[in-house]
């Protein structure tokens, strides 16, 4: 639905009166259920959709001008030549010139008519009796006659079949593939979602293979670069997270793990103390040695600590 048919500017109809009428008519019509509109007999049991409630208003307010210009102030002046004279004026207005069609005319007859139908909850109405072309449906106040077939001629077997069989294929043979990866795809974007801060859930495993590699190695873990550990409390780090110096590193299959993400790895290896003390080396580039349940030996080499149950003096 386009912008502008979301503003209904009752303003456009002269007489204040039939404002009123306007918004009344318009709201019975878009609740046929409420108690007032629902036990009137003639009144239309389907809502109307709020796209043509602007096109409903445009018709309205054309009629509502016409009688103005006619010097009818109630609706209760309202005679039969009003109507007639209404059809009559009805011209396009991109061309005055040129009449409407009998479509067009049809939907013009409409709303005169059907404000007789809500006449007994309307502010000002028909004086009692009156219906606009009493008697006649706006098609044939129009003239305006429905084709009983449609007009577009039937799809031709040479074209419609190999169309189907087409479908047919899409859905018998392609169609339980796709589902079968919108489900993968669905179960991977849920187990992503519920991994840890980060650190996608086919990763965790890796990750812990790849730290108990390098603990048996006795390999230092990396330190990150100083300007890396001043940002990190500013993206939510705890200053005393014992993982703030920790970097990045490579495990023995090429691919990049994540070895310290807020925090992940503490949750992520089994034999991971994220109580203990961690070392960490002030000389840029060095490598640091995290600590493990057990006697942390001091190295050295300054920064750098020993991997529990190793002899390595790295």
Known sequence: MGTHRKILDFTTIKNPRWRQVAREYLMARLAPLHPDVATLPQAFRAPMNPSSLWNELKRLTLWFNHLTAAGVSTLEQVRQHHCDEYLA?????????????????????????????????????????????????????AGYVRGGENRVPPVPDTLLRPLLAGCLYLVERIAPLLAEEAARGKAADQRDAASRRGLPVVEISRLRAAIEQHREAGIPAPRTPTATV????????????????????????????????????SRSAPNWNAGSDSAACNTPGAAMQCSFPGTVTANKCPGRLRWPGTNSTQ
């Open 230 to 265: 001043t940002r990190r409390p500013q993206y939510g780090w705890d200053p005393r997270d014992p993982l703030l110096h920790l970097g990045w590193t490579r495990s023995s299959s090429g691919t990049q793990e994540r070895w310290a993400i807020a925090g992940t790895w």
């Open 89 to 141: 004026v009805s011209r396009s207005i991109t061309d005055p010139d040129r009449l409407l069609s009998p479509a067009t005319t049809a939907s013009m007859a409409r709303a005169p008519q059907f404000l007789a139908l809500y006449t007994e909850i309307l502010t000002n109405r028909y004086r009692p009796g009156f219906t606009p072309w009493s008697g006649h449906s706006s098609d044939e106040v």
